[in-house]
């Protein structure tokens, strides 16, 4: 009898499957104390989800649908504000001096209210992570005639070679370097 039970213990740990966990993809800050450090305020961009759902974008009320493109807007501005060096000149945006700069000074703020739901919290998400995505696409299709996200798979894909790994690393870099996702989140400290 502790045959059998051993066997079908066995046969049930071999044959189920078990279902990782799954979450958003971040890097978190170190904990070490540094000081802030000044950013000029035209190369942020505020995002804000308060306890209803509803989404505030810089000072206005905006949809999620719209989010995406509003993010690509200030992303990919590449206005000349400090001087030619930090001219962007693969952006293809309007060149407002209101917003960012260079997609490199460029840095998403996105501050939640504890209340405020988890699958909302998470499409704002992924939404502002589509925005990077679409730029960094454009970008590797225009220098390397391939999609962003595709080069990602093809890295991680166990039937790549090594030399190609190799090649696809140094271009995946080389698009990061282009458009860094510099995406933060800001606790919201309420008093009382």
Same mark, same amino acid.
């Given at each position: 009898?502790?045959?059998?039970?051993? +066997?079908?213990?066995?046969?049930?740990?071999?044959?189920?499957?078990?279902?990782?966990?799954?979450?958003? =993809?971040?890097?978190?800050?170190?904990?070490?104390?540094?000081?802030?450090?000044?950013?000029? @305020?035209?190369?942020?961009?505020?995002?804000?989800l308060n306890k209803n759902?509803?989404?505030?974008? @810089? =000072?206005?009320?905006?949809?999620?649908? =719209?989010?995406?493109?509003?993010a690509i807007s200030f +992303?990919?501005?590449?206005?000349?504000?400090?001087g030619e060096e930090g001219?962007?000149?693969?952006?293809?945006?309007? #060149?407002?001096?209101?917003?960012?700069?260079?997609?490199? /000074?460029?840095?998403?703020?996105?501050?939640?209210?504890?209340?405020?739901? %988890?699958?909302? %919290?998470?499409?704002? &998400?992924?939404?502002?992570?589509?925005?990077?995505?679409?730029?960094?696409?454009?970008?590797?299709? #225009?220098?390397?005639?391939?999609?962003? *996200?595709?080069?990602?798979?093809?890295?991680?894909?166990?039937?790549?070679?090594? @030399?190609?790994?190799?090649?696809?690393?140094?271009?995946?870099?080389?698009? #990061? &370097?282009?458009?860094?996702?510099? +995406?933060? /989140? *800001?606790?919201?400290?309420?008093?009382?």
């Amino acid at each position: 009898m502790a045959d059998i039970a051993f +066997l079908l213990l066995i046969f049930f740990l071999v044959a189920t499957s078990i279902e990782t966990d799954v979450g958003l =993809d971040r890097k978190l800050p170190p904990n070490d104390t540094t000081p802030p450090i000044k950013i000029p @305020e035209h190369n942020i961009f505020r995002v804000s989800l308060n306890k209803n759902d509803e989404l505030f974008v @810089e =000072d206005g009320i905006m949809q999620l649908k =719209d989010l995406q493109a509003a993010a690509i807007s200030f +992303l990919d501005n590449g206005a000349i504000i400090s001087g030619e060096e930090g001219y962007c000149d693969y952006c293809q945006g309007d #060149r407002s001096t209101e917003s960012s700069e260079n997609p490199n /000074e460029a840095i998403i703020s996105f501050n939640s209210d504890r209340e405020a739901s %988890y699958g909302m %919290y998470v499409s704002v &998400q992924n939404e502002l992570n589509a925005a990077y995505n679409a730029l960094r696409n454009r970008e590797a299709n #225009r220098l390397f005639n391939q999609n962003f *996200v595709d080069m990602e798979k093809a890295y991680y894909a166990p039937e790549t070679t090594t @030399e190609d790994k190799i090649s696809l690393k140094r271009n995946i870099e080389h698009i #990061r &370097q282009m458009y860094p996702m510099k +995406l933060i /989140e *800001v606790e919201i400290n309420k008093k009382g």
